[in-house]
Antibody
Framework: EVQLVESGGGLVQSGGSLRLSCGASGFTFSDHYMDWVRQAPGKGLEWVGRTRNKANSYTTEYAASVKGRFTVSRDDSKNSLYLQMNSLKTEDTAVYYC????????????WGKGTTVTVSS | DIQLTQSPSFLSASVGDRVTITCRASQGISSHLAWYQQKPGKAPKLLISGPSTLQSGVPSRFSGSGSETEFTLTISSLQPEDFATYYCQQLNAYPVTFGGGTKVEIK
């Protein structure tokens, strides 16, 4: 079964750091681009960032709202995706989902259940 | 950034109704658009991509169309399990963006 499972969410103070993980199973993780998407309470979906695969040099893309503070990385040997979040702000409070991108054109076809991050002031 | 404007933002409909949701892009995005369905407390689910290719397992009552700046998601006969929030998404350029969502509720 194709599956993504996020972990690492929790309560953190403004200015703090947190690292989210996403474990993948049931597919060849190394072939796929991977994304992080978040959803603030009662709000819509916001794309956070993407890591490409090894064939594309593991390059990354970010939303402007997180660029310079968040880092997306992956470890293909562990079938894992990560989101390092630094300098957290109260507006980063959200459910964070990891998602698998299809082989070109990179739609998000598999999602985890999400992990909740709460940033307090 | 490419903005996606969905309309309506809220829709009240009855079982059996035909429902159409529109997504307008602030600039041309070719066919690089997808539709997602999200139910409360659940992760989004990819329904349609490209913008008319139904994902495996998605009922044929769902259909998508459009290109460049105007796209539509149509549900031909609304079923009880279709009450949810629908989002469009563009992948033509970074940053990837989502529309604001359309909540479909029972009349």
């Amino acid at each position: 079964e194709v599956q993504l499972v996020e972990s690492g969410g929790g309560l953190v103070q403004s200015g703090g750091s947190l690292r989210l993980s996403c474990g993948a199973s049931g597919f060849t993780f190394s072939d796929h681009y991977m994304d992080w998407v978040r959803q603030a309470p009662g709000k819509g979906l916001e794309w956070v960032g993407r890591t490409r695969n090894k064939a594309n040099s593991y390059t990354t893309e970010y939303a402007a709202s997180v660029k310079g503070r968040f880092t997306v990385s992956r470890d293909d040997s562990k079938n894992s995706l990560y989101l390092q979040m630094n300098s957290l702000k109260t507006e980063d409070t959200a459910v964070y989902y990891c998602a698998r991108a299809t082989i070109k054109p990179y739609y998000m076809d598999v999602w985890g259940k999400g992990t909740t991050v709460t940033v307090s002031s | 950034d490419i903005q996606l404007t969905q309309s309506p933002s809220f829709l009240s409909a009855s079982v059996g109704d035909r429902v159409t949701i529109t997504c307008r892009a602030s600039q041309g995005i070719s066919s690089h658009l997808a539709w997602y369905q999200q139910k409360p407390g659940k992760a989004p689910k990819l329904l349609i991509s490209g913008p008319s290719t139904l994902q495996s397992g998605v009922p044929s009552r769902f259909s998508g169309s459009g290109s460049e700046t105007e796209f539509t998601l149509t549900i031909s006969s609304l079923q009880p399990e279709d009450f949810a929030t629908y989002y469009c998404q563009q992948l033509n350029a970074y940053p990837v963006t989502f529309g604001g969502g359309t909540k479909v509720e029972i009349k």
